[in-house]
């Protein structure tokens, strides 16, 4: 039986317990401005018992006695522009039950704040539960920056078609961690994964209506909750610590993609759950007419910039990093967070406070420094503590390899680690986040397999996804399948050497690399580029189709960079540990680096090794500088004599001085 234990106290947010004078405590705190009252409501099946909260300046908060693990609760919020028939869910809730069916405009109406019938039936609650969890001698890998080589992957789709994985934990948070799966990556050689959102999500509108579902996640309602369809058991919160744990032993760090940008709510007229219903002039973005700001593309913007939207942000890293000690996060459209008037502010209040927060000190942010508003692409001008996507890099590469563009000079900006964007306060190399494919986009192998987007299945007429993907089919849309033997395999061969450059480039730049989980033996989307919607064989890795060739050039070229130390000493590049030479060995002039026809050169980094890169579509040869020179890694179309040697088309190959 639920009873008031007296007034509580306005902090922590969200729900905290504690015991005293031997009585089970339950505090419960929630900020609203905008309410003239609130009631936090909880639930013991369908019997709903509701208390009114009391007010300390613009916190409500309310102790209560007798709530047991697994009690649902929600608040119910009394105002000029409230709606008290229907339930809010907690912007602090720890779970969630109940995910809305938002499938018909009638299911839909239901959760819209003109609508006065009481929801709470169907409205999702968050749940009292269990957070203890016993962490052994567990220790962060700590890995530096400069060793960093991060792997992006879903959850879901890494395991979910690995006949090595027992069925039962396919798909899960315990499938990702099983011991398989963390020799694989342990093999691979990546030091981290970065997970693509496990925040608690639901399906847009849109999407329910056309039996789809967000797959990617990046429709976040509850940002301190696990989301629950991952998990193999009914804990989902104990299995993700249980697989941080895993790959801390595994020595390999785990980095959260997290949305701060928007919410589910969406748009100021679509169904409310959480934070609009509580206060939202204090939580979203609003032009001079009232009106919803929408600079993410996703109907609304979270205002950071008040004290309520900052302290919700850094809370929420902090209990990922303290509870469920994750060692990083990457900020989906993180140009938001600086956005304080609400244009980009470089010195934003929000960087500073996360700057300052203890629990964050060691822990790795990466920013996706874009979005699509006002000033939105800020690339190179986030604090010095974040790294950040490179898309010049992504864009330059793939000109180069795949358009054949000849900018010698691009590419070797790129490589040296884009000093043009990122030398600046301080900066070092590892702040640039080089990429050639990720999530959204063409995954690798439908980069060299597909000129145009192919997005039929996510029900938009193929409007939808990036259209400038600078990509090439070599000859053949798509699949190979209709070629003749030697056709087939001449295509082939050109793909995988293109891929190879792509992948040699991506691995031994200067800077931090990303690697698109997949991307390392072939996996393919089938010339989707957008495929958010697709929670099928289009996403999912096909295992089945495991390019092993492909697999040890990157495996081996990971380790390779391992052992470069102008790789990893965090510096930028001068002329004490690189050489930019041109095809004859000599030191590149400008001529050569304004030649567009070459498409070749020789890099020598540390002095011993020597790096031949080949963009033509005929084969180069390359007069090598001093030296006894021998093959290491790379395509195997390389004859080498001496001090000459012939690289064939797309090559990318490394020699070492014995």
Known sequence: MFTIYNNGKPAPMGYSIFTENGVKVTNFALFSDAASGVEVCLFDGDKETRFPMVRTNNVWHLALAGVEVGTEYGFRIHGEHANPNKLMLDPYAKAVNGKPDLSTEESRSWFLMNDHRDNAHIAPRAVIIPEDFDW?????PNTPWAETIVYELHVKGFSQLNDKIPAELRGTYAGLSHPINLAYLKELGVTAVELLPVNFHINEPHLQARGLQNYWGYNPLAMFAVEPKYAATNNPL???KAMVK??????IEVILDVVFNHSAESEQTYPTFCQRGIDDQTYYWRNDQGRYINWTGCGNMLNLSSDVGRKWVVDCLCYWAEQCHVDGFRFDLASVLGRDTPDFNAQAQLFTDIKNEPSL?????????WDIGHYGYQVGNFPNYFAEWNDRFRDDLCRFWLWKSGEVGAFAERFAGSSDLF?????????????????????MQDLVSYNQKHNEANGEENSDGRNENYSYNHGVEGSTECLSE????????????????LLMSLLLANGTPMLLAGD????TQYGNNNAYCQDNEITWLKWANFNKELFELTKQTIAVRKQIGSLNRNQWWSGNNVQWLNIHGNQMTVDDWQNQQTKALQVV?????????NAKAESQVFYLPDGKWKPQIGTHNLTLDIQQAELSSMGFCMLSDE
């Open 136 to 140: 052994e001698n567990e220790t962060a």
């Open 238 to 240: 104990a299995e993700f």
């Open 246 to 251: 895993a790959f801390h032993k595994a020595g």
């Open 361 to 369: 000190q060691n822990i790795k942010l990466i920013a996706e420094p």
């Open 423 to 443: 030398k600046k306060n301080d900066r070092l190399p590892h702040t640039t986040l080089n990429f050639i494919t990720a999530h959204d986009g063409f995954v």
């Open 486 to 501: 030697p056709q087939k395999s001449a295509v082939e061969n050109n793909r995988t050497f293109a891929q190879s450059g």
């Open 520 to 523: 390392e033996f072939g996996n």
């Open 605 to 613: 980094l540390d002095k011993h090794c020597l790096l031949l890169i």
